[in-house]
């Protein structure tokens, strides 16, 4: 009896091998990319990446930015809820846009260069928080909360237990760590000035995180997350959804998270330094003593 199984049981192990892949990266989706790093791996990944298909932000007669996101975010355990990024609330999707409901939380913040079509659109920036939620959040940039930092409030938000800020900074829970990360990577490759597409940049300067510019942060903190919390099997079924259903593009960072260091480090504020003193660099940002550097 069971030598007979024998060979349907290796076939199904085969299948169970072969088939996150099918399901995953289109083959031949990242042609192109191999041996590249640098600015030489971002403009690869950009030309692929580019040209998504675009939902409207709101529409009553096209699949619209909502809609999207109550397939995207829907509670495995509810189908009638989304589930809140941040706090992993479950909400009704009837609460949309009501006083204590959820709405659309836009991780490269709207006033940093995402105000249009598309990146305002973008599925890869957008997540349901509780409305209250993302109004404290505002417009903070990510970075380890400091304690001593003016404004130091923990948590967050009456409603955002985990969740830590400070007067210009929001640290989410560790799981949710990488998925900004990860987010706020693909928005500064998906981005890069083309028509008339922002320039979207990632920068440890928070001098330069202001109203009028296209720059989010903080990048060492972004790598440090991207380590923290490494990419799971909902992250990735969210990215091969928006592939498949939406919008015909994928994060390369999701598919392969190694491409964070090639593409990001060095950073120029590392310049002159390796990858691998780059990635160790990653590693003491990774640990909580680094926190402790406190300069705001
Ligand atoms: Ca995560
Ligand atoms: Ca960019």
Redesign the pocket.
């Known amino acids: 009896m069971f030598r007979a199984l024998r060979p349907l049981l290796s076939s199904f192990s085969l299948l169970w091998l072969v088939g996150p892949l099918a399901a995953g990266i289109p083959a031949g989706y990242y042609d192109g990319t191999a041996g590249l790093s640098g600015d030489a791996l971002k403009g690869r990944l950009h030309d692929i990446i580019q040209g998504h298909i675009q939902l409207p932000y709101n529409s009553s007669s096209q699949t619209d930015t909502r809609d999207a996101l109550k397939v995207l975010e829907q509670d495995p355990e509810n189908a009638a809820n989304v589930l809140l990024f941040y706090i992993g609330r479950s909400d009704p999707k009837t609460q949309f846009g009501q006083a204590n409901g959820w709405d659309r939380e836009h991780l490269w913040p709207r006033s940093y260069g995402v105000a249009d079509t598309p990146a305002e659109t973008d599925l890869f920036n957008l997540r349901v928080t509780d409305r209250d939620v993302n109004n404290a959040r505002a417009n903070k940039y990510s970075d380890f909360s400091d304690p001593a930092a003016v404004g130091y409030r923990n948590p967050a938000h009456a409603e955002a237990p985990g969740n830590t800020s400070d007067f210009d900074s929001w640290e989410p829970p560790?799981?949710?760590?990488?998925?900004v990360a990860r987010s706020l990577f693909y928005l500064d490759v998906r981005y890069e000035g083309g028509g008339t597409e922002p320039d979207l940049r990632l920068t440890d300067n928070r001098a330069l995180i202001t109203n009028s510019g296209m720059y989010m942060g903080l990048l060492s903190t972004l790598m440090a997350w991207h380590a923290l919390?490494?990419?799971?099997a909902?992250?990735r079924q969210r990215n091969d959804r928006i592939y498949s259903d939406f919008q015909r593009n994928r994060n390369p960072f999701i598919d392969h998270p190694e491409w964070v260091a090639a593409v990001y480090a060095p950073v120029p504020e590392w310049s002159g330094q390796t990858a691998a003193t780059a990635a160790l660099l990653m590693f003491f940002a990774a640990s909580r003593t680094w926190r402790s550097r406190g300069s705001d």
């Open positions: 560790d799981t949710y760590k990488g998925d919390d490494p990419v799971d909902a992250e």
